[in-house]
């Protein structure tokens, strides 16, 4: 892939998972930036052999030798920086939520316009292979009219009191906790796969650990198991540990949505179940390779990550042959080649629309968030306008 010059903006595990995921794709000038100051930016990156990094997120947004941003930052931060980056004529790709209000989301979508610029979300869990697949099997109209359906996300990295990361803190994560980081993404990955919207959500949510100990040095996503927490700091939180959510479709389907990072034994699930006249498919992102199709007349069937049993649309998602699997990194990898073949080819310069979740669906799901909070606080139904 042609060369082009990248900053990511916060590199704690989506950071680095993110560098990761652009140089598999060819992409090599990398330059980051930590908001912790200069010596912790150059310790992260000489592990990631960068050498060209800043100690404050407003130096890399400023360098007239990045062309595009990747926002990897705390979630109450996103839209300022993206804000930053568009309006210094970068391309930005940011970290879900893309912000913490809609009104946000819709201004970022009004500049990027009239700058010409590419914006994408890294709603990667739609690049599993099996993803795509199953997209191409309701259109194909095998499963019949979305009848219902239900499903979760749940992690057990916050499950004990002693858990704590920055997400917890409402003035880093906004008004939902969960809600943003794990239900955007089901919600996201349901209407690209059924093809239909959520039109209405009634949500009840719950902290069950309104005191956590914070522990005196910060804490990376999903490393808080392997801290010594013996030097701690009682804290209030406010943000819910989870949710469930009654859905209604757009079609009359009916749903419902549970998620939560306090469930044990949970390490990374999202996990769905679509119900048609016809068929049903059922995915558990901890078994990413398998598809599970559900029939009444015939045996259900496992469909494997295997290029030649998917569909053409899904194939070119599948890097290695079946047998080889390919999980969370390599989705976000094929995310970011739609992405940068994008940008490279000069397609947003000719108005071809893109295939990679844009600033579009991060105000999709600012608004099915607002709606989800609006619910749980007024105890109501609230539609999803």
């Known amino acids: 892939m042609k060369n082009i010059r990248v900053g990511v903006m916060g590199i704690g595990f989506i950071g680095r998972l993110q ?3 652009l140089r ?9 930036a930590s908001r912790g100051g200069m010596e912790e930016a150059r310790a992260k990156a000489e592990e990631m052999n960068i050498d060209k990094y800043y100690g404050c997120y407003e130096d890399l947004i400023n360098d007239p030798d990045i062309d595009v941003i990747h926002i990897c930052t705390p979630n109450t931060q996103h839209y300022a920086q993206a804000k930053a980056a568009l309006l210094a004529g970068k391309h930005v ?21 009239e700058k010409g610029l590419v914006h994408g979300v890294h709603f990667n869990i739609r690049y599993y292979p099996l993803m795509v697949h199953a997209k191409q099997m309701v259109e194909n109209g095998e499963i019949g009219k979305v009848l219902a359906i239900t499903g979760s996300y749940t992690q057990d990295w916050l499950l004990y009191e002693t858990d704590y990361h920055w997400s917890v803190e409402k003035e880093n994560a906004g ?54 927490l013996e030097d701690t700091v009682d804290v209030e939180v406010s943000t819910e540990d989870y949710a469930s959510v009654l859905i209604r479709f757009d079609n009359d389907a ?17 996990f769905f179940e679509i119900y048609g006249t016809k068929k049903a498919l059922s ?18 069937t496992i ?46 310069k000719k108005g071809v629309k893109p295939v990679f979740p844009t600033f579009e669906s991060g105000l999709r799901e600012a608004v099915i968030g607002e709606a989800i909070f609006e619910s749980h606080t007024d105890e109501k139904w609230k539609d999803v306008t």
């Open 175 to 228: 008004n939902t906790k969960v809600v943003e980081d794990l239900g955007s993404h089901w919600f996201d990955l349901m209407e690209f796969i059924a093809g239909i919207k959520t039109k209405q959500v009634f949500a009840d949510l719950a902290t069950f650990f309104p005191i956590r100990k914070k522990p005196a040095k910060p804490v990376e996503t999903f490393s808080g198991k392997l801290v010594d």
């Open 283 to 300: 995915w558990d992102e901890e078994r990413p390779n398998e598809l599970w199709v559900g029939c009444r007349e015939e045996g259900n």
């Open 24 to 32: 598999r794709i060819g992409i090599t000038d990398i330059t980051t």
């Open 93 to 113: 790709l940011c970290e879900k939520p893309l912000t913490m209000t809609s009104e946000q989301a819709e201004d970022l979508i009004a500049i990027a316009e």
């Open 19 to 21: 560098v990761e995921a």
């Open 303 to 348: 469909v494997m990550k295997d290029p030649c049993l998917l569909y053409e649309s899904a194939q070119k998602y599948a890097a290695y042959p079946g047998g080889h699997n390919e999980g969370f990194n390599s989705a976000t990898k094929q995310l970011f080649a739609d992405m940068y073949d994008y940008i490279l080819s000069g397609d947003y």
């Open 254 to 270: 009916r749903g419902c949505f549970t998620t939560s990072q306090s469930f044990a034994g949970r390490k990374n699930r999202c």
